[in-house]
């Protein structure tokens, strides 16, 4: 499975973006997927996660009613709308994709592939 980010930028606060995540392969539809981003000199840290039908999403605090995860498996892609950015949300973003299932899951030990990252950086 390869995943490819994109849609990263410098942008203002208070600004939006969205990030899209491609992956090859075609059994997308049985991944759950998720979202987690690094800031610099800090680990890596949960963002989102959606279920493989999609009916299922799940969300760090931190982004709780600003971003949006959500995935189209007919174009094999995950997206990730993010509103009201703040300086706080810049960093670098991954997705990642579960291969295995189980419940939602912000542990990035229980994610099996890696996309290569796509840097956000929001300016005060």
């Known amino acids: 499975v390869q995943l490819q980010a994109s849609g990263g930028g410098l942008v203002q606060a208070g600004d939006s973006l969205r990030l899209s995540c491609t992956a090859s392969?075609?059994?997308?539809?049985?991944?759950?997927m998720g979202w987690f981003r690094q800031a610099p000199g800090k680990e890596r840290e949960f963002v989102a996660f959606?279920?493989?039908?999609?009916?299922?999403?799940y969300y760090a605090d931190s982004v709780k009613g600003r971003f949006t995860i959500s995935r189209d498996n007919a174009k094999n892609t995950v997206y990730l709308q993010m509103n009201s950015l703040k300086p706080e949300d810049t960093a670098v973003y991954y997705c990642?994709?579960?291969?295995?299932?189980?419940?939602?899951?912000?542990?990035?030990?229980?994610?099996?592939?890696w996309g290569q990252g796509t840097q956000v950086t929001v300016s005060s």
């Open positions: 959606i279920s493989s039908n999609g009916g299922t999403t």
């Open positions: 990642a994709a579960d291969l295995y299932g189980g419940p939602p899951s912000g542990n990035p030990d229980e994610y099996d592939y």
């Open positions: 392969g075609r059994t997308f539809s049985m991944y759950q």
